[in-house]
């Protein structure tokens, strides 16, 4: 397979925007794909997923490059929290691709002894996949995998605010991916809610809460279903029963990776009062392990995407809190140094916005009732963690408080997890993706009754002209059906 481009991504030629006009005439091309079942054989949903692992892999590099660019994101984040999850995704699809296209059919009761009774996925049709600057890559390609793998079209928009990544992907996939069902626009988000007025069939959109509601608002006007990942702030309470050190590393390592620029990393710390000066310690030292004594000069460290978010998480940075770690910031470079902020209160700068960066605000509390309480009084978050050795705290955080996800003991895992649905609840967006849930999600579950005309001797009870005799009839006969049966099944 030769590809019309040199493996390599020319970096001077840059993508124009081609924005929602351009989009009109994708559209029109990826629905005739689609009504020519293009897409419905298992075995072109299999190469095209086939095909996109290729991409990946063949341009490896190509992606921690347009990722440098953009976010000085290190390599191996790229390749951990960015390549190898799409991988993942679409292998774990291409394995089980056979056994979820099958029919699931129902067990048959004595009325439906000799019918079928069988649920069939069925593509939705043309989808619209809307992607976030904090994981660009992710974000637009594992909704592609499960979306390719239920059988629909896909045009993807990749965020414009990563925009070497988002012009890379613009250019690699029609050299892998089916040129008429698959396709790649670049567009501002202010231009989305356009797009979806296009009337897509469903819509995947990461984003913030504002954004969100314009996509959903629009969608709802051509009744399109949507998927919706909105950003929040995500909870943390560190328990005064857990091992410390641990602690520290993980949260450090989630909050910190890609300069704090994360929509599922622990946005601020409920700490009990009794562990929070040694966690504090701990969080110091686990900085220094992670970046050394000067974070900028760390190959492992990154940058803030643009000017506009360096200086927004700058300005809650300094108007919030105190200083315990870090604090630094150089503007020329777009840098933040991963900063531990302690005496925070609630009404701060820092808990009114999404942070984006690498800030870690503490709280104190005297409890987990108090954790739990300060969680409930907000709005609900994509996810939620606790740190603890003791079970019941655990139990707790995990019964009494709602999110999109929750983890105990670690932090994002559960959001890139090819056997766990991810997603968000109320004010953190609506359904959820990942692995079979993808699936599911790009599919109509079609209910299939074929019946037989062996049994026409009962079923013509149900015919006019209505008598109190067949309608006696009727109810006796249901009656000794079971009742999860339903009443009805006589019909």
């Avoid at 070497?164 to 501002?188: F, I």
């Avoid at 909870?235 to 857990?242: L, M, N, S």
């Avoid at 009084?377 to 994509?382: D, F, I, T």
Wanted: proline share 5%; net charge negative.
């Amino acid at each position: 397979f030769e590809l019309p481009f040199s493996s390599r991504t020319r970096t001077g030629e840059p993508c124009q925007k081609t924005g929602p006009l351009a989009c009109v005439e994708v559209l029109k091309r990826a629905r005739a794909a689609y009504h020519a079942g293009r897409t419905a054989p298992e075995s072109f949903r299999l190469e095209q997923l086939e095909a996109l692992v290729r991409m990946l892999m063949e341009h490896e590099y190509d992606f921690v490059d347009a990722l440098d660019r953009d976010v000085k994101k290190p390599r191996f984040e790229t390749v951990m929290s960015e390549l190898m999850v799409v991988k993942n995704e679409a292998l774990h699809a291409a394995s089980n691709l056979k056994k979820w296209m099958e029919p699931q059919r129902m067990e048959r009761s004595w009325a439906t002894a000799f019918d079928d009774c069988m649920v069939v996925n069925e593509p939705l049709g043309v989808v619209l996949v809307v992607g976030n600057w904090t994981s660009p890559v992710q974000l637009c390609l594992v909704p592609l995998v499960g979306a390719i793998a239920a059988g629909n079209c896909v045009i993807i928009c990749p965020s414009e605010i990563c925009s070497h990544t988002a012009e890379l992907l613009h250019r690699l996939l029609p050299a892998y991916l089916d040129n008429e069902c698959y396709h790649s626009v670049l567009a501002a988000s202010h231009e989305v809610p356009e797009m979806v007025d296009l009337k897509f069939d469903h819509i995947f959109f990461s984003g913030t809460k504002e954004d969100g509601l314009k996509v959903a608002q629009a969608a709802a006007r051509t009744l399109a279903r949507t998927i919706l990942l909105l950003t929040g702030k995500n909870p943390c309470y560190v328990d005064r029963e857990c091992d410390i050190n641990t602690t520290a590393r993980r949260i450090s390592w989630a909050r910190f990776q890609n300069a704090g620029q994360s929509t599922v990393a622990p946005d601020y710390i409920l700490c009990h009062t009794d562990a929070r000066e040694s966690l504090v310690q701990a969080l110091r030292c686990a900085l220094q392990q992670f970046y050394g004594s000067e974070p900028r000069e760390s190959k492992s460290f990154g940058r803030q995407v643009n000017e506009e978010n360096f200086s927004r998480v700058r300005e809650a940075l300094w108007r919030s809190g105190k200083v315990a770690v870090g604090g630094q910031v150089n503007e020329a470079d777009k840098y933040i140094a991963p900063t531990v902020l302690v005496d925070v209160v609630e009404s701060d700068p820092i808990m009114q916005q999404d942070v984006f960066g690498p800030v870690l605000p503490i709280l104190s509390v005297q409890s987990s009732d108090e954790a739990v309480a300060f969680i409930n009084s907000r709005e609900k978050p994509q996810c939620v963690y606790v740190y603890s050795s003791n079970s019941k705290v655990i139990s707790k955080l995990m019964a009494e408080t709602c999110s999109g996800s929750f983890c105990a003991n670690d932090s994002a895992l559960q959001s890139v997890m090819v056997g766990l649905p991810f997603g968000g609840v109320g004010a953190s967006g609506l359904g959820s993706y990942h692995g079979h849930y993808s699936f599911e999600a790009f599919s109509h579950k079609k209910s299939c009754l074929l019946r037989s005309t062996r049994i026409e001797c009962v079923t013509y009870l149900r015919y006019p002209p209505y008598e109190d005799r067949n309608l006696s009839l009727a109810t006796l006969a249901s009656s000794l059906s079971l009742r999860s049966q339903g009443w009805c099944s006589i019909l």
